[in-house]
């Protein structure tokens, strides 16, 4: 918690990017961006599942896809602490699964995520080394679709 | 997706606050800043409605004010791809539309919202040129009032 | 909102930054954290509380602890209006309060929070001095506690 330094700055905001296009990635069935965020060894752990290497974590998109209609992970506050080249930290998600049950209306899995991440730099670039969730708490609720 | 650059990171928040001022403008009925955030030829729309120019945008606020008791913009995340002065990205967006019900109790509507926005770079500034609301799933709650 | 200047950015960033340290020092209880982000004379007031001081400051998680079995502070957008060594803004919040019901059930009281906020700057630090919570909506909900 030093004074402003942009250098800082730059940093933090380039690991809270990691979220957002994990986020992206699983939302937008773009699997390609989960090789450039993890490192080669990243692991993705929750309940229930433990997923490792980039193989197994760009497989990730396609199990939600036939699992779930959609999600939509939004992503929130992030504090992460630094230590040469590795970094830990702590990132908030609201994570919900879409379950279509008619053509306007489906039953939606909300999970309140409390990520606990590790980061790698290599080569200059932040990474994911490891993913864990904290599901603080779950819930369904009936939604309506208005784009069908 | 390269290394941390100052430079870029501060284009990037530029940008993000665009989506946070936004909803204050939304909110806080504050059309003044929607003059600010869009280009001249700027447009927002959604499911049933499209607004174009300034004249159109800066009513929204009133519009929303006539339909809702108050409204809730939960700015999450975002992630913008750059091309010379324009910009596209997609920003995440849980919207609340309050109608009061009792002194103390209300019934509100719930969007999750990704919105498809493009930017435009004019006299050095960032701004809308473009936003498309998504609305992944709604749903309608009863909610309480502790301020009445 | 003038165009994109890489050292004002790292300052809002900082003062962004608080919002998240204050939600991890609620939700981890790490009650030293406040310490560090309001000033001596720091002051929280909501509905039917006003707490005032480093002593007071720091015995809230412990409040919490006492009346909740865990709380979740997802924070969201924030605009920040800056006068010299001074600053105020609004910080959009989830705060979700967790009370278990059963080994794997809970009672979650959500509150839609919009921070009224004021910053002073000392030594060189941004601080809160002064956090006002107004609560736009609240929701009680039944939830499934997946790891119990």
Redesign the interface.
């Given at each position: 918690?030093?004074?402003?330094?942009?250098?800082r700055?730059?940093?933090?905001?380039?690991i809270h990017?990691l979220?957002?296009?994990y986020?992206?990635a699983m939302?937008?069935n773009e699997p390609a961006i989960l090789g450039?965020?993890f490192s080669d060894d990243g692991m993705v752990e929750g309940?229930g599942f433990k997923i490792q290497g980039h193989t197994d974590l760009l497989g990730i998109p396609a199990m939600l896809k036939k699992q779930y209609s959609?999600t939509?992970?939004?992503?929130?506050?992030?504090?992460v602490t630094f230590d040469g080249d590795t970094a830990s930290g702590?990132t908030?998600c609201?994570a919900?699964h879409?379950t279509k049950t008619g053509e306007k209306t489906?039953s939606?899995l909300d999970w309140?995520i409390?990520y606990q991440d590790r980061f790698v730099r290599q080569n200059?670039?932040?990474r994911f080394s490891h993913r864990r969730l904290?599901?603080?708490?779950?819930?369904t609720?009936?939604?309506?679709?208005?784009?069908g």
């Open positions: 918690m030093s004074a402003a330094d942009p250098a700055f730059a940093e933090e905001w380039e990017r979220g957002q296009l986020a992206r939302d937008r450039e965020i309940p959609s939509f992970h939004a992503v929130h506050n992030q504090t702590e908030y609201s919900y879409l489906g939606r309140a409390r200059g670039r932040w904290i599901v603080d708490s779950a819930q609720v009936t939604v309506d679709l208005p784009h």
